[in-house]
């Protein structure tokens, strides 16, 4: 009998990153551009073709996580669900049992990819931990020794930055994102790449190293993100590099929540994508 599968999706400003499990097991994956004005047929056909391409017939589909940082897309994702894998879907916010205490002085403010990596995180790794998202924007979520989410820091992400530089400076190209072999520039690109990708490593290092002084705890360090790897290769701080934490955390929040997923419990309609106790 072929298994069922549990799929995934975490919606970011720039990307969808889709997955699906069999078990415990992330078989496959795939990401695509967030384009907020497509439609949920757009978005049926898109999911149909890539589990067609993996041999996964849309029956197999016996669940549905989401995570999203764009509430216009999700009248479209939501009416997708429905339509196309006839499945309601757990949607990462508040009424969800997260097994978190966030002490956020207003919990429903923490972004529902940040509650999906921080449950990953301390599912994986323990607490104390420092989860460092290198995505649109670069964020630190901070765990104390107690598995409790304290809080943490918001910048902006080295994509961003870039776009900036580009838009705002006349004289400066778009360029790659990649490590340069030295940090003195020898062309307007390398000096570009060196100032992002070095000043980037350069921020992560001292927000990382101002977050132990303030409060000391063995922090385990894990880095994620399509950009975690680039900036790892050069951090003093980060330990780990898990670049599918967030799909994690919502196959193990879904976990927590099967009973919504059986009937048990009302699903959480569209709304905040915050977080609490639960």
Request: proline letters at 6%; charged letters at 20%.
């Amino acid at each position: 009998m072929t298994a069922p599968a549990l799929l995934v999706m975490d919606i970011g400003n720039s990307n969808i990153s889709i997955g699906v499990f069999e078990g415990a097991v992330l078989a496959h994956r795939w990401r695509v551009a967030t384009v907020k004005e497509r439609t949920s047929d757009e978005m049926g056909l898109l999911i149909k073709l890539l589990c067609q391409d993996k041999g996964i017939p849309l029956s197999r589909v016996e669940g549905v996580a989401i995570c999203s940082v764009v509430p216009p897309l999700m009248p479209a994702i939501e009416r997708m669900c429905q339509d196309y894998l006839r499945q309601a879907p757990l949607i990462v916010g508040p009424g969800i049992r997260t097994g978190l205490a966030i002490k956020y002085e207003n919990p429903r403010e923490v972004g529902a990819d940040r509650i999906a990596n921080a449950v990953a995180a301390i599912h994986l790794y323990g607490p104390p931990l420092i989860i460092v998202d290198v995505g649109t924007a670069t964020t630190f979520c901070v765990i104390d020794d107690h598995g409790q989410y304290l809080g943490g820091v918001i910048a902006p992400g080295m994509r961003t930055s870039t776009e900036a530089l580009y838009e705002r400076a006349a004289k400066l190209p778009h360029i790659e994102l990649t490590r340069p072999r030295q940090v003195i520039g020898r062309s307007t690109v390398t000096s570009m790449q060196s100032g992002v990708v070095y000043g980037f490593i350069g921020l992560v290092d001292g927000i990382i190293g101002r977050i132990r002084r303030e409060l000391p705890l063995p922090y385990k360090v894990v880095a994620t993100g399509g950009l975690a790897a680039l900036v790892a290769e050069e951090s003093r701080e980060i330990t780990t590099v898990h670049p599918h934490l967030t799909l994690e955390g919502l196959r193990i929040l879904w976990e927590r929540n099967r009973h919504v997923a059986a009937g048990e419990a009302p699903l959480r309609r569209p709304g905040s994508t915050g977080g609490g106790q639960a």
